[in-house]
């Protein structure tokens, strides 16, 4: 299988439980530039990642930076303010105290890796990630993008282990006999995927996402008083119109409405410190450490922000299990126990 992510928080704690799993064979991982993360050094930290979970040869592909129209640009839109990506820019670029350096954790449990990309990302400064020099059998990326160049070959035995989402795609689902996706970010890499090898695309079975809000209101924080919005879903809900409208027979969707059943509650963080494996206590420490410092540094240090409560609201038992939930772990969990949720066969009309 290919596990689609935006090497957040929660998917990182969500790929470490899936590589656990007896039931799936990780083929690849593709990291998307779109909304939240930084690519070059999510793809950089998933490097880490995988050696830690014992997948050091895993392949690693790059989404584009940009969602649709602007694919294909290699220098910054000049309309990037236009109405056209408002959607996307509701979500900024991860600051250096979350994704980019997973709140701190990454140098203290995830192992170098011999397997690195070889640019800084453009635009974000982060001093704490220094600048990496590219082995010669590494690819080049673009100019002034953090993804790699468009692979001028379709030969899966010249793909590099480190190509764009696409491509890398295509050599597993195309040429090879992946036929299970797991997409727990944007779907900007499935889409570009869906374009360009259409019929690489058709052999896509099952989908397993992190997508949507149903029933209930979206986690956009910031995006608008109605919260309507949920994160996968706004960061380019043309991608996912496209992929959702496709013909892939089994698409499973854990939306909000059941990953809200799934908080960091205090009974279960006790849990995760009783963690003894060196993998359990890497989950552990993020996950408080998310817990205690999401949004308060930002906003009012010393209080936790939840949903009802508002951002810098007094730390309480009820915005405690309203703030901060197990999203992306939910769907891998809904793949290794489908009895975990309750299923609606029903799809989305509205993105
Ligand atoms: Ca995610």
Not at 55 to 75: H, K
Not at 94 to 99: D, L
Not at 277 to 287: D, H, N
Request: charged share 15%; hydrophobic share 40%.
């Amino acid at each position: 299988m290919i596990v689609d992510y935006d090497s957040n928080i929660d998917d990182v704690v969500a790929l470490s439980v899936l590589a656990k799993s007896p039931l799936y064979d990780i083929k690849a991982i593709v990291v998307t530039g779109t909304a939240f993360t930084n690519p070059s050094i999510g793809a950089a930290n998933t490097y880490r990642l995988l050696e830690l979970l014992g997948l050091a040869n895993v392949d690693v592909g790059i989404g584009p930076y940009y969602t649709q129209p602007y694919w294909e640009l290699e220098q910054f839109p000049s309309d990037f303010n236009s109405i056209a990506l408002s959607y996307a820019r509701v979500i900024p670029k991860a600051s250096m105290f979350g994704a980019d350096i997973l709140m701190g954790t990454y140098d203290k449990y995830l192992p170098v890796s011999p397997r690195h990309v070889g640019a800084p990302v453009v635009g974000v400064a982060n001093p704490k990630v220094p600048p990496q020099t590219r082995p010669a059998d590494q690819p080049q990326l673009g100019p002034s993008l953090a993804q790699p160049r468009r692979n001028p070959t379709l030969d899966a035995t010249t793909l590099s282990v480190c190509s764009q989402a696409a491509d890398i795609y295509h050599k597993h689902v195309g040429l090879g006999d992946v036929r299970t996706v797991l997409c727990i970010g944007s779907m900007t890499s499935l889409h570009k995927f869906q374009v360009t090898y259409p019929d690489s695309f058709a052999k896509i079975e099952t989908l397993y996402a992190m997508f949507g809000a149903v029933d209930v209101d979206g986690n956009v924080f910031h995006s608008s008083p109605t919260w309507k919005a949920e994160f996968n879903a706004i960061a380019d809900p043309h991608s996912a119109k496209a992929v959702l409208s496709s013909a892939i027979p089994n698409i499973i969707l854990v939306p909000l409405d059941a990953t809200e059943e799934a908080p960091l509650s205090p009974d279960y963080m006790d849990s995760l410190t009783k963690l003894d494996s060196y993998e359990g206590r890497f989950v552990s420490e993020l996950t408080h450490r998310v817990r205690n410092d999401w949004w308060c540094q930002g906003f009012n240090p010393g209080c936790f922000y939840g949903y009802s409560a508002g951002i810098g609201s007094e730390i309480t038992a009820a915005s405690l299990l309203d703030a901060y939930f197990f999203w992306d772990p939910l769907a891998v969990a809904v793949m290794i126990d489908p009895s975990v949720v309750e299923f609606e066969g029903t799809r989305p009309t509205t993105i």
